[in-house]
């Protein structure tokens, strides 16, 4: 079992920036691959970036490149999204997820357990 707890969250002005934070309890934490995800009210989840086991790759959507950047500390358990330059259309709830086995990183269907989510909101 594995749970996954996001953070760093909140209102913020067009341009501005946030971190979120997602912190893994249970399994072994450096032997999966993780990702982000979000989704905005009545619209699907979206892949948004993720990274491997060692953090030496790493992949995200089109319209993140340049903008977020996904990281991760094995010693902490701990995943990061920093987000630049904000738009009003980031605005979502913002999901941590890890995956164990293959599969396309981009797919929300090959990933194993979710955190409960943390919303962002970026005003114009």
């Known amino acids: 079992q594995v749970q996954l707890v996001e953070s760093g969250g909140g209102l913020v002005q067009a341009g501005g920036s946030l971190r979120l934070s997602c912190a893994a309890s249970?399994?072994?934490?450096?032997?999966?691959?993780m990702g982000w995800f979000r989704q905005a009210p009545g619209k699907e989840r979206e892949f948004v970036a993720a990274?491997?086991?060692?953090?030496?790759?790493?992949y995200y959507a089109d319209s993140m490149k340049g903008r977020f950047t996904i990281s991760r500390d094995n010693a902490k358990n701990t995943m990061y999204l920093q987000m630049n330059s904000l738009k009003p259309e980031d605005t979502a709830v913002y999901y941590c997820?890890?995956?164990?086995?293959?599969?396309?990183?981009?797919?929300?269907?090959?990933?194993?357990?979710w955190g409960q989510g943390t919303q962002v909101t970026v005003s114009s």
């Open positions: 249970g399994r072994t934490f450096s032997s999966s691959a």
């Open positions: 997820a890890i995956k164990y086995l293959g599969g396309s990183y981009y797919d929300p269907r090959n990933y194993d357990y």
């Open positions: 990274i491997n086991r060692s953090g030496g790759s790493t």
